[in-house]
């Protein structure tokens, strides 16, 4: 093979390595490396095949020749296809919708955590108020009267 290019570093995203990759034309695959040693250590499967179209507005219609074409070769229908064909909206909806069950679920947990730290801040208040009226009524059991609790008088100095 003759390199004719090389692409700009793109690092790892998604847990894929994209500066690790090649990129052929099908044809040549076909030709040069299927019926090869390769293809039994490979397999002799395409997993993958990236496909640009020059005009965005035609990404419906080129979806549609790709599912009959290969339905055409694998003598199915479109519906019975045992394969996908994806494009870059798809995966953006998938990824939105993924993005948006995490925010879902962070502000149940958030809800959660602080209906939690209510009810222990309740249970505090209401512990110290219950022992402070306790103690207001052996107070008023000894004599103190209400003028004496605003004043603070009963308090050792």
């Known amino acids: 093979m003759t390199i004719i290019g090389v692409l700009a570093p793109r690092g790892v995203v998604g847990g894929t390595d994209y500066d690790a990759r090649i990129y052929l034309p099908i044809t040549t695959v076909f030709e040069r490396y299927t019926p090869s040693q390769f293809a039994r250590v490979i397999g002799d499967?395409?997993?993958?095949?990236?496909?640009?179209?020059?005009?965005?507005?035609?990404?419906?219609?080129?979806?549609?020749?790709?599912?009959?074409?290969?339905?055409?070769?694998?003598?199915?229908?479109?519906?019975t296809?045992?394969?996908?064909?994806?494009?870059?909206?798809?995966?953006?909806?998938?990824?939105?919708?993924?993005?948006?069950?995490?925010?879902?679920?962070?502000?149940?947990?958030?809800a959660v955590s602080l209906v939690v730290g209510g009810i222990g801040i309740m249970n505090i208040m209401l512990v110290s108020v219950t022992e402070r009226t306790r103690e207001i009524g052996v107070r008023q059991a000894i004599g103190a009267t209400r003028t004496t609790f605003a004043s603070n008088s009963w308090q050792r100095r």
Do not use: C, Y
């Open 45 to 79: 499967r395409i997993n993958t095949i990236v496909v640009q179209v020059a005009d965005q507005s035609q990404t419906d219609n080129t979806v549609l020749q790709i599912e009959l074409l290969l339905a055409q070769r694998h003598n199915l229908t479109v519906d």
């Open 81 to 110: 296809l045992p394969f996908t064909v994806r494009t870059q909206s798809d995966v953006i909806t998938t990824q939105t919708a993924t993005t948006s069950a995490f925010g879902t679920l962070l502000a149940a947990v958030a």
